[in-house]
């Protein structure tokens, strides 16, 4: 028994001055309460909205009020005609738009009945469902105190228009967010773990010695993947088109341009994990756990963004499936160009440009 209670003494020993198994252990399920809790909800907060106000009358004010006090919507911008308002979905920077009818408060007194129209951004179905039932309860809210001063109750009937999706299919959802995760980690795992295997193996140092330049070696150990995954997309859209029966309503040329582009930033990633890992077991479990849940917690796909404090938010700028999610949306949901997309295009060329820059230099400090 007395040997017992040493061998225990010995392993709380090492367990205690290994700061990475204490890390494990204590900050990890820290980290991830944490992370969970602010980020699973199926609540759509601050979400950014729209108004068309053609009435500009009291009842369109007070209504407009109720909206904008709400905690789940955020308004982003008056627009002044249903052409801005048009552009501001393509472009993504509102998931809702509320328009007031002219003599929208002579109607609501005379008539004690309006009308107003709410158009939600269906390219998301599970979250336009939920803001228009948001805005409907506030609607619904008004009424029940004005009808509190009448005796003839006022009705308002909203007209909901679900832009993209009318059928509300999720499709429209989770398959750009499963061509994301499918390329993050297929991409990201094969080139770390196969340039870790030349690693392993000692042949690396060989290649990088060799008369062949170091951009060279890598470059070759990224094209079949490039290759692969491109096909990858290919088969994804084929199924989408005709077995889930999900058109693609933009360029397919310019969705293809954009997939290789999100192709080579994953392969970059992939090549940033080689270099700093040593085994092909921890450059995997990276690549599948360090991927996998940035994957889905920080590129909308799964949750809302909007839902996150500021400072998760800020972090989701950095996972480039975030930016290639909003690309595939809005190329193969919304049909549109590149004027739309031309920020995300710059952010996912600008986080290749420094993974690879990094990528290089370390393996050329690795030569030396």
């Known amino acids: 028994m007395k040997q017992f209670s040493i061998f225990i003494k010995k392993e709380f020993t090492h367990v205690l001055r290994d700061r990475k198994t204490l890390l494990i252990l204590f900050g990890m399920p820290v ?6 809790g602010f980020a699973l909800t199926n609540e759509v907060k601050n979400a950014r ?10 009842a369109s004010h007070q209504l407009i009020t109720k909206i904008a006090a709400s905690k789940y919507f955020e308004t982003e911008q008056a627009v002044m005609n249903r052409r801005q308002m048009e552009d501001a979905f393509k472009r993504g920077s509102i998931r809702l738009a509320v328009i007031f009818p002219a003599n929208f408060n002579n109607e609501l007194l005379h008539q004690h009945n309006a009308g107003i129209q709410v158009i939600a951004d269906a390219s998301d179905p599970n979250n336009a469902t939920t803001l228009t ?32 999706n009318p059928q509300l299919k999720g499709a429209s959802n989770f398959v750009p967010g499963v061509m994301a995760l499918v390329l993050m980690l297929v991409c990201v795992m094969m080139t770390a773990v196969s340039i870790v295997k030349e690693k392993e193996t000692g042949t690396m140092e060989i290649l990088l010695v060799s008369s062949f330049k170091p951009l060279l070696v890598i470059a070759s150990k990224a094209v079949p993947y490039l290759m692969l995954s491109l096909v990858n997309v290919a088969s994804i859209l084929l199924l989408s088109v005709f077995v889930l029966d999900l058109p693609v309503n933009g360029n397919v040329f310019l969705l293809f341009a954009e997939s290789t582009l999100f192709i080579i930033t994953c392969l970059t990633l992939g090549i940033f994990i080689s270099v700093k890992t040593s085994s092909q077991q921890v450059a995997m479990l990276i690549s599948l756990m360090g991927m996998l849940l940035p994957t889905i917690l920080f590129s909308g796909f799964m949750f809302p963004i909007e839902n996150m404090p500021v400072a998760l938010q ?5 996972i480039p499936a975030k930016w290639y999610y909003i690309i595939v949306k809005a190329i193969m949901i919304k049909g ?8 995300e295009t710059l952010i996912l060329s600008g986080i290749t440009v420094f993974l690879l820059i990094v990528s290089l230099k370390s393996f050329k400090i690795r030569l030396s």
């Open 31 to 36: 980290v991830q309460i944490l992370i969970f």
């Open 336 to 343: 549109s160009g590149f004027n739309a997309i031309w920020k």
């Open 49 to 58: 909205i729209a108004i068309l106000d053609q009435a500009n009358d009291p």
């Open 314 to 318: 800020l972090i989701s700028n950095i």
């Open 133 to 164: 039932s948001y805005v409907t309860a506030i609607i619904q809210d008004y009424l029940a105190a004005l009808n509190k001063t009448g005796q003839t109750p006022y009705r308002i009937s909203p007209e909901i228009r679900m832009l993209y």
